[in-house]
């Protein structure tokens, strides 16, 4: 079935690294995504990585891909207060005639001095 | 440009009254989609326009929902009568062309049914 799974919460410390994880099942995607939630806001496109890469950087975003665990992880270096939000992995599947995507739960990122 | 704009931001009315929540998509994007998010049940897709018609909408949740998209610009969902338990934020986003799940999300409807 479509599902992806995130752990909910994560606290770090301002300054050091944060690693959010996400599982997802469906071995087709081509496409997965880290879509960032700020309080009372829609969501934004953080970055997206392509199924036949393993890594992608792009600043202080690093995403690596794990294809073989259906494993996808965000590492944000040098955590700042302004990077608190909700972290969203998603998926691309073809489903119904279209590409969809699957969204997890969030991970919502405390970040404290 | 001003990016996906929904209205209105904020809806408090009481149950049994209609529900009108409204979109207008960036110009250009042909693909629209909405969103309705709770605690409970996190991000779920109720429906997918691609060039004003409705592709997919196995996720609308009861006949009490209903979308339209009449023109290019504009695109509604109606509540109609409403429930607490459609209390939730609902989204619009959409996507130039097809396919790359680059969505641009609109800052979103909080709708709250006493």
């Known amino acids: 079935g479509e599902d992806v799974e995130q752990s909910l919460f994560l606290s770090v410390r301002e300054g050091d690294s944060s690693v959010i994880n996400c599982t997802y099942t469906d071995s087709s995607s081509t496409y997965l995504y880290w879509y960032k939630q700020e309080p009372g806001a829609g969501l934004q496109l953080l970055t997206y990585i392509f199924s036949n890469m393993d890594m992608k950087q792009d600043q202080r975003l690093t995403v690596l891909l794990n294809k073989k665990d259906k494993h996808l992880s965000l590492r944000i270096a040098d955590t700042q207060t302004g990077d608190s939000a909700i972290y969203f992995c998603?998926?691309?599947?073809?489903?119904?005639?279209?590409?969809?995507?699957?969204f997890g739960a969030g991970t919502r990122l405390a970040v404290h001095p | 440009d001003a990016g996906v704009i929904q209205s209105p931001r904020h809806e408090v009315t009481e149950m049994g009254q209609e529900v009108t929540l409204r979109c207008k998509p960036i110009?250009?994007?042909?693909?629209l989609f909405w969103y309705r998010q709770t605690m409970m049940r996190g991000l779920e897709l109720l429906i997918y326009f691609n060039n004003n018609v409705p592709i997919d909408d196995s996720g609308m949740p009861e006949d009490r929902f209903s979308a339209k998209m009449p023109n290019a610009s504009f695109s509604t969902l109606k509540i109609q009568p409403s429930e607490p338990r459609d209390s939730a934020v609902y989204f619009c986003?959409?996507?130039?062309?097809?396919?790359?799940?680059?969505?641009?999300f609109g800052a979103g409807s909080r709708l709250t049914v006493l």
């Open positions: 986003a959409t996507e130039r062309g097809a396919g790359a799940n680059v969505l641009t």
């Open positions: 998603a998926e691309s599947i073809f489903s119904g005639g279209y590409n969809k995507l699957i």
């Open positions: 110009s250009g994007h042909n693909s």
